[in-house]
């Protein structure tokens, strides 16, 4: 009997399967794509992410705790400052900001103060504060209760090239624009700013009730003589430095004493 005996054929092993990770949501870029309905009192129906608005916990309270609500209703909130608050949040281009101008920037200021939009609140006012002009900023110090704005917007709309116009003397109100123009011919009279000097400047100011002197050390109330006096010694700083840039004031025999004003 012929016994043929074959070899067992080799086990073959199951092809391991790879296990596929757990999909798990970005922490901050799995946005939720809901919309959101707002209607202004002038009937304007707006429909847009609800996202961003979410950042606001005073917002969310206020206006987006009901998910059963299908058109929320923003009272006393104008076309203009919405317009301008939504092309902040949804800009036309990336790369680009639609709000530009001192007015777009005070709407944009003005919904994120009454929102609770804290961080945008403080860009906004960063912005006013290094582009608007001191007229604006005296405006948006009134409304949005900003004192230490006061000061050196007036400064500078005391020391600006021309006086305030018609339209910002009916906002500043009679009594600063008297006192605006009075602190104006003192400067005159000084030859400008900066023979006044800026600590004198401010003082007028503070005295004529404009504004407050800056938190910290007070300006100290300097009486009306100590005033003239500073105005005095300024220009007489300034006529002799300008002599001695006429005629050299080294060795031409002048006492010591003169010396300091044509440093001054």
């Known amino acids: 009997m012929n016994t043929t005996f074959s070899s067992p054929e080799p086990a073959v092993a199951a092809p391991l399967t790879a296990t596929a990770p757990p999909t798990v949501n970005h922490e901050r870029f799995y946005m939720d794509t ?56 949804y800009p036309k281009s990336l790369g680009k900001c639609d709000v530009n101008t001192s007015e777009e920037w005070t709407s944009v200021l003005r919904l994120a103060s009454k929102w609770g939009f804290t961080d945008l609140r403080a860009h906004s006012l960063e912005k006013l504060e290094s582009t608007a002009a001191p007229i604006d900023r005296i405006l948006i ?42 602190i104006r011919e003192k400067v005159i009279r000084a030859g400008g700013a900066r023979n006044m000097g ?15 002197g800056p938190a910290g050390p007070q300006i100290i109330q300097m009486p009306q003589f100590v005033f003239k006096q500073a105005v005095l010694a300024r220009l007489l700083a300034a006529h002799v430095a300008a002599h001695c840039h006429l005629s050299p004031c080294a060795g031409d025999g002048q006492p010591d004493a003169a010396r300091p004003f044509a440093q001054a």
């Open 34 to 89: 809901r919309s959101v309905k707002f209607k202004l009192d002038d009937g304007t129906l707006y429909n847009v992410f609800r996202y961003f608005f979410e950042q606001s916990p005073t917002f969310v309270e206020e206006y987006l705790s009901q998910d059963d609500v299908e058109v929320i209703y923003l009272k006393d909130v104008s076309r203009v400052d919405f317009d301008r608050f939504l092309s902040y949040m």
């Open 141 to 182: 110090a009134r409304e949005f209760d900003l004192p230490k704005w006061l000061l050196p917007a007036f400064v500078d709309l005391c020391t600006a090239p021309e006086p305030p116009t018609l339209e910002a003397a009916e906002h500043l109100g009679l009594p600063a624009v008297v006192n605006i123009g009075r």
């Open 198 to 212: 800026p600590f004198v400047l401010e003082q007028a100011v503070v005295d004529a009730k404009l504004a407050k």
